[in-house]
């Protein structure tokens, strides 16, 4: 899943090109999202969850990021001012068979409520196409075109910033931008399987993050924060190993697997895989 921003600008200047410094609507762009999916976020992706008690937010995605620079630690800060993001505070373990120990502290941060929440606010006020799946980018004299799946045809463009999976990003680039084409055909997106499980109940609250070694069946645990739910992504090795699976089959699977690390989990409420 990813995103593909078209900027209409008579202007972008030097200093925004190299670097975003400032935002591309004050250096004159008109900027426009068209996302394939359902909401706009990519990998910041939430889903709800099901117990009897309501519906649960659980982060199936990314559950957090680091902010290791000075541009993007000022762009948090806005974000933190602004009440979106908040830092993530866990009680982290590793898995080091056959316990779990303590992990080291890490600076991370994460949307307020859920990372869904994060990208809505970035996308705000900005004109947003969603279910717009790109198959082309023809040029047209008047710049950059988007032909999307279901005929629509959307043009005008100076430039186009492609946040997709390498495989797609040089698929749509082939006719249109070879150089860059090979490049994103050089790289290789890792596959995660995720689980997404609720129980009844959950004795392991304890444990809010847990990191495997990256053998195995599972590679991060993390509880929600908003009840005894857990989203478990496998490794890179066993999602690719069980790429095409179905998605019943991994949720049973990663479920064991997660049962195994936690014996205090309770009955199983709702179980989701998603790749």
């Not at 008579?10 to 008109?30: F, K």
């Not at 629509?152 to 990003?169: I, K």
């Not at 509880?223 to 049973?252: D, F, K, N, Y």
Request: proline share 7%; glycine share 8%.
């Amino acid at each position: 899943m990813g995103a593909l921003y078209a900027l209409d600008c008579d202007y972008w200047c030097r200093d925004c090109r190299p670097s975003l410094r400032c935002a591309p609507q004050a250096a004159g762009a008109q900027l426009q999202i068209f996302d394939k999916g359902r909401a706009p976020g990519g990998r910041l992706a939430t889903r709800e969850l099901q117990l009897p008690s309501g519906a649960i937010g659980v982060d199936h995605g990314a559950q957090y990021f680091a902010a290791r620079t000075p541009l993007f630690q000022a762009q948090c800060e806005r974000w933190r001012t602004a009440g979106v993001l908040a830092p993530w505070r866990v009680a982290e373990r590793e898995m080091v068979p056959p316990s779990l120990r303590p992990a080291p502290a890490a600076a991370r941060l994460r949307g307020v409520a859920d990372m869904r929440n994060l990208a809505a606010h970035c996308a705000q006020g900005l004109p947003l196409h969603l279910h717009a799946e790109v198959l082309s980018l023809p040029r047209r004299p008047t710049g950059w075109a988007l032909q999307l799946a279901d005929g629509r045809e959307y043009s005008g463009f100076d430039y186009l910033l492609l946040a997709l999976p390498a495989e797609q990003t040089a698929a749509l680039l082939v006719g249109v931008a070879p150089g860059l084409s090979a490049q994103a055909a050089a790289a290789r997106t890792a596959p995660c399987w995720a689980g997404l499980f609720a129980f009844t109940h959950d004795h392991a609250a304890k444990h809010h993050a847990i990191r495997g070694s990256g053998e195995g069946t599972l590679r991060w645990l993390a509880r929600s924060a908003h009840g005894p739910a857990w989203v478990a992504h496998a490794t890179p090795a066993w999602s690719r190993a069980h790429r095409e699976q179905s998605a019943s089959w991994v949720s049973a699977t990663l479920e064991r697997a997660l049962r195994a690390i936690l014996p205090g989990l309770g009955a199983s409420v709702q179980a989701v895989a998603h790749r």
